[in-house]
């Protein structure tokens, strides 16, 4: 069973920036894909990026292409959001998902969910 818990979530001003960080129980996270989704009141989840279990590849949304950074740290098994430029319409809670799949876009490709963290951007 894996365990993912999100960090880092707030409230900010639009332009400011913070970091969500991802952290998983299992000793193998090396091997799982992660990625970050989110979910504003009143809509659907949506992916925000993903990385490949060795970090050597990554998507984006395009809404957050340039703006947001996703990393890992298989050794801390920890993955990260460093989130910059942030807009009001970034505010959602941000969930991260991990599965021993390819890096997908769509939520059914992943397993194990963290609870998510709250990220409030004010105008």
């Known amino acids: 069973q894996v365990q993912l818990v999100e960090s880092g979530g707030g409230l900010v001003q639009t332009g400011d920036s913070l970091r969500l960080s991802c952290a998983a129980s299992?000793?193998?996270?090396?091997?799982?894909?992660v990625a970050w989704f989110r979910q504003a009141p009143g809509k659907e989840r949506e992916f925000v990026a993903a990385i490949t279990w060795t970090g050597g590849s990554t998507d984006y949304a395009d809404s957050v292409k340039g703006r947001f950074t996703i990393s890992r740290d298989n050794g801390k098994r920890t993955v990260y959001l460093q989130m910059n430029s942030l807009k009001p319409e970034d505010t959602a809670v941000y969930y991260c998902a991990a599965d021993r799949v390819n890096i997908a876009r769509i939520p059914q490709a992943y397993d194990y969910w963290g609870r998510g963290t709250q990220v409030t951007v004010s105008s």
């Open positions: 299992v000793r193998t996270f090396s091997s799982y894909a």
